[in-house]
């Protein structure tokens, strides 16, 4: 059983410097951003701590995300860049981990594999926000289409695989990729470029927050992890869990966090 996030240690939460999340089904309800969850995001800010969403998201998202939300950077496209905003130059700012050339090349090479997976999988599609995206394929299984059932999601990524391109399942689409990038690798790299911190020696100095399997590994890096609510549902698909667990789903878990961490930090 997944403990409280109610039960998180008062030390720990004194001690964190930041936070980081995923955004669909967890700063998210139902792919809507809550007023309550937008205000919690803005208690991060004025509370003194970072704020850094973690996505499968696009680079288009990430854009406006990284120039309009109170956050600190936005890693997107499941760790192949960051981007921020620089306060001082009044500018967006982007880390892609590759080229313009080596990005559009591996492009060409996901084109292939779309073809094949539209062609072969039915009921899928290419993610409504595929036109924004710079170094991904993201294929639809629930967001805009009907649900597919598991065996068809794997069968996506079995075409990935087969292509040697990488891949992860997200609540709503399945991502995939050339290349040995992470979330967890651009995580370490934008802590390294832009705080002068080494990660895996403060990890315990961040909370991530997550819903689903693709945070698997985010959930195993950082010893303060909490998962929404509705985790719950791919806990027998996961080996590493959150160490924390709200009591509400979605944006109002993400709600639920944060206040806690807040509440527990005003005691320190």
Known sequence: MIPSIH?????????????????????????????????????????????????????????????????????????????????????????????????AEKRRRLSRIKDEILNTVRGTALASDQAYRETDLAIDFCEDVAPLVRSEIDRICNV????GASCRISSIHVNGWFGDYTKIGMTKTLVAEQWGLDL??????????????????????????????????????MRHLPAYLSGHEGGEGFVEIVNTVMEKRQTT
């Open 200 to 237: 895996d020696r403060f990890k315990d100095r961040f909370l991530f927050c997550g819903d689903s399997p693709n945070d698997e590994p985010l959930f195993h890096y950082f010893p303060v992890s909490a998962g929404v609510q509705n985790v719950r549902r791919f806990i027998g698909e």
């Open 160 to 163: 990935f695989k087969k292509h």
């Open 7 to 103: 039960t998180l240690e008062t030390h720990r939460a004194g001690k964190l410097k930041g936070i980081f999340f995923d955004l669909d089904d967890t700063f998210t309800t139902r792919g809507k951003i809550t007023v309550s969850a937008f205000k919690a995001l803005w208690a991060i800010k004025e509370n003194g701590l970072k704020a850094v969403p973690i996505t499968g998201r696009p680079a288009g998202w990430c854009d406006h995300i990284a120039r309009m939300w109170p956050v600190d950077g936005v890693i997107g496209e499941n760790g192949a860049f960051y981007f921020w905003y620089d306060e001082p130059g009044h500018r967006l700012r982007k880390r892609f981990l590759d080229t313009r050339e080596v990005r």
